[in-house]
């Protein structure tokens, strides 16, 4: 089956400095991939989507020089928190879109401190 | 503007009752459908979903879900809930047009009891 890689799944990092979250999709191409945010007991925020070779495109009231998305290939999307601050502390989540039936697949998620 | 509705926020039930989770959608369009299950610090495992066809769709776990058009429902059912299924469940759809994107429900806490 379809299965979608995230990595780190937990990473602390001092204020002000850059977090980078990889997003593999392991056996089938992504067509397209979404990140979304997750804060504690509160359901998926979606924060943006990416196609492959193109640019992100981010969702109201997400700012996209904080959170950069680069989609360089069909397996691989990565979401970088620049200047990172503590309230950008959250579970971040990926999902990809593609494989044979066109589904949607999460990896598992990464668990973001910043102190 | 396009809305899913999980109205129970928690939900608690023996181990071997039956279970029902609700869920409500506004869309003008024609929807596809889906039922995630997270553990807690976990991502979402896919549960089951509905593009088209039988409105009745098995899943995984002996879970099932029927789609409801007339009452823009797609709710979700086990038959004898197991103290494993203790998790946040969430509904979510998405529409041809609509940019691949989900929206989701705002999710229900499943809580067993033995």
């Known amino acids: 089956g379809a299965v979608v890689s995230q990595h780190p799944s937990r990473v602390i990092c001092k204020s002000g400095t850059s977090v980078k979250i990889e997003c593999r999709s392991l056996?089938?191409?992504?067509?397209?991939m979404f990140w979304y945010r997750q804060f504690p007991k509160q359901s998926l925020m979606l924060m943006a989507t990416?196609?492959?070779?193109?640019?992100?495109?981010?969702e109201q009231g997400v700012e996209k020089d904080k959170f950069l998305i680069n989609h360089a290939s069909l397996t691989l999307s990565t979401l970088t928190v620049t200047s990172a601050h503590p309230e950008d502390s959250s579970f971040y989540i990926c999902?990809?879109?593609?494989?044979?039936?066109?589904?949607?697949?999460f990896g598992s998620g990464t668990r973001l401190t910043v102190v | 503007a396009q809305s899913v509705t999980q109205p129970d926020i928690h939900i608690t039930v023996s181990e071997g009752a039956s279970l029902e989770l609700r869920c409500n959608y506004s869309?003008?369009?024609?929807?596809?459908l889906f039922w995630y299950v997270q553990s807690p610090g976990q991502g979402l495992q896919l549960l089951l979903k509905?593009?088209?066809?039988?409105?009745l769709v098995q899943g995984i776990k002996g879970f099932e879900a029927e789609f409801k058009r007339s009452q823009s429902s797609f709710n979700l059912r086990k038959p004898s809930v197991h103290w494993s299924d203790a998790a946040e469940y969430f509904c979510?759809?998405?529409?041809?047009?609509?940019?691949?994107?989900?929206?989701f429900g705002t999710g229900t806490q499943l809580k067993v009891e033995l």
């Open positions: 990416s196609n492959e070779g193109s640019k992100a495109t981010y």
């Open positions: 979510a759809v998405g529409f041809t047009g609509g940019g691949n994107k989900l929206t």
């Open positions: 869309y003008g369009a024609t929807p596809y």
């Open positions: 056996d089938f191409q992504a067509t397209t």
């Open positions: 999902s990809a879109r593609g494989g044979k039936d066109y589904g949607y697949t």
């Open positions: 509905y593009f088209s066809g039988d409105t």
